[in-house]
T-cell receptor
Framework: AQSVTQLDSHVSVSEGTPVLLRCNYSSSYSPSLFWYVQHPNKGLQLLLKYTSAATLVKGINGFEAEFKKSETSFHLTKPSAHMSDAAEYFCVVINTGGFKTIFGAGTRLFVKA | DTAVSQTPKYLVTQMGNDKSIKCEQNLGHDTMYWYKQDSKKFLKIMFSYNNKELIINETVPNRFSPKSPDKAHLNLHINSLELGDSAVYFC?????????????????FGNGTRLTVT
C-alpha cells in the first residue's frame, strides 16, 4: 500500500526566514515523489520531483527537497521565505507499475511581513 | 499560451441540472485527467485517458461521464447535479500515464472550474 502524510496542515513563517514543509510517505516499492504548489484560484504547478537520481532535488523558486529513504521522508525547504511563497503545497507519491498517484492533504504556507 | 485550459472558470447551477466542463491541452501530451478538489483542498483523481482511451475510472457516480474526442481534449459531463458535487474540478495532462513512467510525466494542471450546486 502507498500513502503520503503531510505533517502540518498550516505553517506560518516570517519573510526572510527558512521554510520547512514536512512530508512522509509509505510505499512498497521505490517511489517517485513530487511537490506541487497551488496559488489561490490557480491550478497546481510542479515545484520539483525525485525519481531515484540524486537524493537532494532542487526545484523552482529556490525550493529544494531531500529524499531520505531511512526516514521515509521528502521534506520541502527554502532558505528564505518570500511573500509570494504563500500558497498551498502538496506532496505526491507515485509507484510506477500501475499504482495510483496519491496526493497529500496539503500544507498551507503563510508568510508574514 | 495557456498549456491546459478549462472552461468555464466558475459554474453555478441548481440541483438536478446537467452541465459540462471542457478541457484542452496544447502540450502534445498523450494523457489527460480529471481531478476533484473538495473544500478541504483534498485532491482525488476521477478519470484518466491515454490517447483517447479510458485507463483510470475511480469510484465515481455514473452521473459523471468523461469524453475525449481527441487526445488534446477531455470534457466532463455531469448529469443530475447534486449538492455534494460542489467542488473545484481540475483538468490535467502528462506526457505519458504517470503510473507508467513518472520520470518525464509531471502533471500540468488547468486553473480549475469552481462548481457550485445550489
Amino acid at each position: 500500500a502507498q500513502s503520503v502524510t503531510q505533517l502540518d496542515s498550516h505553517v506560518s513563517v516570517s519573510e526572510g526566514t527558512p521554510v520547512l514543509l514536512r512530508c512522509n510517505y509509505s510505499s512498497s516499492y521505490s517511489p517517485s515523489l513530487f511537490w506541487y504548489v497551488q496559488h489561490p484560484n490557480k491550478g497546481l504547478q510542479l515545484l520539483l520531483k525525485y525519481t531515484s537520481a540524486a537524493t537532494l532535488v532542487k526545484g523552482i523558486n529556490g525550493f529544494e527537497a531531500e529524499f531520505k529513504k531511512s526516514e521515509t521522508s521528502f521534506h520541502l525547504t527554502k532558505p528564505s521565505a518570500h511573500m509570494s511563497d504563500a500558497a498551498e503545497y502538496f506532496c505526491v507519491v507515485i509507484n510506477t507499475g500501475g499504482f495510483k498517484t496519491i496526493f497529500g492533504a496539503g500544507t498551507r504556507l503563510f508568510v508574514k511581513a | 499560451d495557456t498549456a491546459v485550459s478549462q472552461t468555464p472558470k466558475y459554474l453555478v447551477t441548481q440541483m438536478g441540472n446537467d452541465k459540462s466542463i471542457k478541457c484542452e491541452q496544447n502540450l502534445g501530451h498523450d494523457t489527460m485527467y480529471w481531478y476533484k478538489q473538495d473544500s478541504k483542498k483534498f485532491l482525488k483523481i476521477m478519470f484518466s485517458y491515454n490517447n483517447k482511451e479510458l485507463i483510470i475510472n475511480e469510484t465515481v457516480p455514473n452521473r459523471f461521464s468523461p469524453k475525449s474526442p481527441d487526445k488534446a481534449h477531455l470534457n466532463l459531463h455531469i448529469n443530475s447535479l447534486e449538492l455534494g458535487d460542489s467542488a473545484v474540478y481540475f483538468c490535467a495532462s502528462s506526457q505519458v500515464p504517470q503510473e507508467v513512467s513518472s520520470y518525464n510525466s509531471p502533471l500540468h494542471f488547468g486553473n480549475g472550474t469552481r462548481l457550485t450546486v445550489t
